[in-house]
């Protein structure tokens, strides 16, 4: 069972910036992947940032040049730095992390953070 423990969010103007931190209870070099997702009110779900164990980073069309997703080793944890916030990057981010065991994926997630974009 990994726990994830998020920090950071919060309410900042267009254009501020933020910076979100996912600690989790397993060595993050262990999990397969780690990453940030976001749900906006009346929204799905949709994926923010990942990062592979092997160190490969992806990201969300919307939010590539403004977000940047980094992780320490030795604390075993994720953060993900917003830059240029907009009002619709208004969601509550949930930190995610993903285990991969024979041929099954498991995913665990944060208990979510609010994020706020407005003036």
């Known amino acids: 069972q990994v726990q994830l423990v998020e920090s950071g969010g919060g309410l900042v103007q267009p254009g501020g910036s933020l910076r979100l931190s996912c600690a989790t209870s397993e060595s993050i070099l262990s999990l397969y992947s780690m990453g940030w997702y976001r749900q906006a009110s009346g929204k799905q779900r949709e994926s923010v940032a990942s990062m592979t164990s092997s160190g490969r980073t992806s990201y969300a069309d919307s939010v590539k040049g403004r977000f940047t997703i980094s992780r320490d080793n030795v604390k075993n944890t994720v953060s993900l730095q917003m830059n240029s916030l907009k009002p619709e990057d208004t969601a509550v981010y949930l930190c995610?992390?993903?285990?991969?065991?024979?041929?099954?994926?498991?995913?665990?997630w944060g208990q979510g953070t609010q994020v706020t974009v407005s003036s």
């Open positions: 995610n992390a993903r285990t991969l065991g024979g041929y099954t994926y498991r995913d665990y």
